[in-house]
Nanobody
Framework: QVQLVESGGGLVQAGASLRLSCAAS????????MGWFRQAPGKEREFVAA????????LYADSVKGRFTISRDDAKNTVDLQMNSLKSEDTAVYYC?????????????????WGQGTQVTVSS
């Protein structure tokens, strides 16, 4: 069992940066692939970024590629999402997720555990 808690959301202006963090419980954190998803009002939850168990492979949605960076620190059991050059369309609730096979996936159905989410609002 893995419990995930997101933090770092907030209200920022377009063009600003924000860093989200996800703290995970459990001794097997280093074996999981980790992902970030987001859900805007009235829309489906969509993939943002993922990182493999080793950190050696990352995957990004086209809409955030070059602006967002996912990273993990297995010593601290955390996975971060650095978000730069934020746009109003990045406004959403951001969710952290863990996947047991250790492989990166875009499909949210592949993820086994989810956090409660943190709100990111970007004003234009």
């Amino acid at each position: 069992q893995v419990q995930l808690v997101e933090s770092g959301g907030g209200l920022v202006q377009a063009g600003a940066s924000l860093r989200l963090s996800c703290a995970a419980s459990g001794r097997t954190f280093s074996m999981y692939a980790m992902g970030w998803f987001r859900q805007a009002p009235g829309k489906e939850r969509e993939f943002v970024a993922a990182i493999s168990w080793s950190g050696g492979r990352t995957l990004y949605a086209d809409s955030v590629k070059g602006r967002f960076t996912i990273s993990r620190d297995d010593a601290k059991n955390t996975v971060d999402l650095q978000m730069n050059s934020l746009k109003s369309e990045d406004t959403a609730v951001y969710y952290c997720a863990a996947e047991r096979s250790g492989l990166v996936h875009r499909n949210r159905a592949a993820y086994d555990y989810w956090g409660q989410g943190t709100q990111v609002t970007v004003s234009s």
